[in-house]
């Protein structure tokens, strides 16, 4: 509503829903009023829609990487932000990275998968069969990525290469073709 009246009302009175405009100087006076009409109701529509778009923020997907080395070890890390980088995924703008080191104490990996879980990642990534293991017990929901140089069939994380089964998934280079 505007003023109290609807869009129809308003157009009534301006004279344009149901009468042809007059000649003449009433049909200017018309125009301006259809004119001011279409201006009120064009700022209000922009005034209605800008708030609404500034409200809604996109949202930040937040990645969980959990790796059995030390925080030196992060070449992977670095590489696969750098292809998400190119694929449009900024770190602080798109996406945000959680990251937990075990520092090669591997009784430590269980925990720090339940830290990841309990952060509310969107997806976990690893880079060793260990944390992917520690990743696979602790979630049935959560995606899982793994980038492994063991066999992901032999240590129980996947079912088969071509259906890997449950929430995990990944990329090795050295399992068995055809299984």
Known sequence: MLSGKTIPQ?????NVLHNPLPLGEGRVRACLRLSRFCLTLCAMLFALCVPAEAQQQAKVF???WLTAGPPTAISSIEFVKQELRALGYVEGTNIAF???????????LPSLANELIHLKVDLLVTSATSAATALKNATRTIPIVFFIAGDPIEAGLVDSLPRPGGNITGFTCCAGVGR
């Open 98 to 108: 959680e990251y937990r080191f075990a520092d090669n104490k591997l009784d430590r």
């Open 62 to 64: 937040k990645i969980g």
């Open 10 to 14: 308003m157009m009534r009175h301006l």
